[in-house]
Structures are given as structure tokens and as C-alpha cells.
């Protein structure tokens, strides 16, 4: 079992920066890929951005790249989410979760098995 414990998310103005992070526990938290996902209201969850368990390999949404940065910390079993020139349209509740059957990342919701319960993120124009 994982637990996943977002942090990081609130008020932000358009073109400013938020860095999100993810803490897990368990020992086995370097053996997973993490991903980054995000919902608005009234949309279904959505992927944001995932790395694989050494932090070799990531994937982003086309509407991220170039502006939002995934990585981790295996020695602090924590995943970060490095977000610049935040738009009004990136505000969603985060939420960050771990694939225990895989070391590769997935853009899939259903690939991933543990979730935390998401922070808010807020972008005003």
C-alpha cells in the first residue's frame, strides 16, 4: 500500500509559478512511476505530466510542455511539479499518484493505483 499526500497548490496570478509536490510513503516509492493529473469542474481528470522510477523518462500534455517540469526525489520519496507562465486555464484541483505495476510513466488515468486527495490550484487573470 502507498499513500500520496499533495502539497503546494493556491492563488496564483497568470504568469506566475507554483511548484506542487507529492510526498509517498512506503519503501518501494523508487520502484513506481508517478504521474501528475489534473480535474476542473465539470471535466473528467486529465493528465498533466509523469516520470519514470529513476526520473530518466517523462511525459507531458501538449498543453504543458515547455512550461510545467515533473521530477524526483527517491532519498525523499517525493515528486515535484514545477509550474511556470500558469494560465487561468490550468486551474484544476492536482492530484498526484503512483503506478505500482509499472516503472515506465503512462498518460492512462486507469494506469495508476494509488491517489492522494489533490490540492487546489488557482489561476486568475
Known amino acids: 500500500q502507498v499513500q500520496v499526500v499533495e502539497s503546494g497548490g493556491g492563488l496564483v496570478q497568470a504568469g506566475g509559478s507554483l511548484r506542487l509536490s507529492c510526498a509517498a510513503s512506503?519503501?518501494?516509492?523508487?520502484?513506481?512511476?508517478m504521474g501528475w493529473f489534473h480535474q476542473a469542474p465539470g471535466k473528467e481528470r486529465e493528465f498533466v505530466a509523469a516520470i519514470s522510477w529513476t526520473g530518466g523518462r517523462t511525459l507531458y500534455a501538449d498543453s504543458v510542455k515547455g512550461r510545467f517540469t515533473i521530477s524526483r526525489d527517491n532519498a525523499k520519496n517525493t515528486v515535484y511539479l514545477q509550474m511556470n507562465s500558469l494560465k487561468p486555464e490550468d486551474t484544476a484541483v492536482y492530484y498526484c499518484?503512483?503506478?505500482?505495476?509499472?516503472?515506465?510513466?503512462?498518460?492512462?488515468?486507469?494506469?495508476?493505483?494509488?491517489w492522494g486527495q489533490g490540492t487546489r490550484v488557482t489561476v486568475s487573470s
Open positions: 499518484a503512483a503506478r505500482a505495476s509499472d516503472r515506465y510513466p503512462s498518460m492512462g488515468v486507469r494506469e495508476y493505483d494509488y
Open positions: 512506503g519503501r518501494t516509492f523508487s520502484r513506481y512511476a
